[in-house]
């Protein structure tokens, strides 16, 4: 266990619709990353906060916002949403120093999305 | 933008054998490439990472490489056991304000008993 959680496990919705993923980073963690796996794309990186700031982007949709809330869970918002959205995302934290230090990344379980 | 790619796909391997799972990345500012390791229906884990100061760096039977100026690195796993069988990630990240990843494809593992 990481000591990050996600939450749903499973989530089932229909095309057009949106959904709210959430995440709790480790306790004391400062930096949330979000991340999509499909079949076809391999492990995307989409986003990451650090301490409530947006800090990078990867390649996340327009229809895909994000954001870090004072208490440093996170939430990855999914709108008008297709079936090529159907993956699993994952969440990760660090540390998080915020000046360019590396630090290990710990993924939560992650949320499987199927859209039909 | 970076691209990272990562050979071979797949790789079978007798237990105890060594495996090798090489990538090349295009942005020579990538600084830093750490490998995870996916085993099926679970999260991704670090296993070894690297920073681009560092030429090698050894973890008991993990080791990873990183040649700078032909901009690849190399996972190198000896004495390989069934429970190394998983997919494996390789990725290459900047730092520019925040940390950006880019990600192989994945090389699929299986190590035969």
């Known amino acids: 266990d990481s000591g990050v959680t996600q939450t749903p496990k499973h989530l089932i919705t229909a095309t057009g619709q949106r959904v709210t993923l959430r995440c709790s980073p480790r306790s004391g963690d400062l930096s949330v990353y979000w991340y999509q796996q499909s079949l076809d794309q391999g492990l995307q990186f989409l986003i990451q906060y650090y301490n409530g700031e947006e800090r990078a982007k990867g390649n996340i949709l327009e229809r895909f916002s994000a954001q870090q809330f004072p208490d440093l869970h996170s939430e990855l918002n999914l709108s008008s949403l297709e079936l090529g959205d159907s993956a699993l995302y994952f969440c990760?934290?660090?540390?998080?120093?915020?000046?360019?230090?590396?630090?290990?990344?710990?993924f939560g379980p992650g949320t499987r999305l199927l859209v039909l | 933008g970076e691209n990272v790619e990562q050979h071979p796909s797949t790789l079978s391997v007798q237990e105890g054998d060594s495996a090798v799972i090489k990538c090349t990345y295009s942005?020579?500012?990538?600084?830093?490439f750490p490998w995870y390791k996916q085993e099926l229906g679970k999260r991704p884990q670090l296993i070894i990472d690297?920073?681009?100061?560092?030429g090698e760096k050894k973890d008991q039977r993990i080791a990873v490489t990183l040649n700078k100026t032909a901009k690849h690195f190399s996972l190198h796993i000896t004495e390989t056991q069934p429970e190394d069988s998983a997919v494996y990630f390789c990725?290459?990240?900047?730092?520019?304000?925040?940390?950006?990843?880019?990600f192989g494809p994945g090389t699929r593992l299986s190590v035969l008993p």
């Open positions: 690297i920073r681009s100061n560092v």
């Open positions: 942005d020579s500012a990538s600084n830093y």
């Open positions: 990725a290459a990240s900047i730092w520019n304000y925040g940390q950006n990843f880019v």
């Open positions: 990760a934290s660090s540390a998080g120093s915020g000046v360019g230090v590396y630090e290990t990344q710990y």
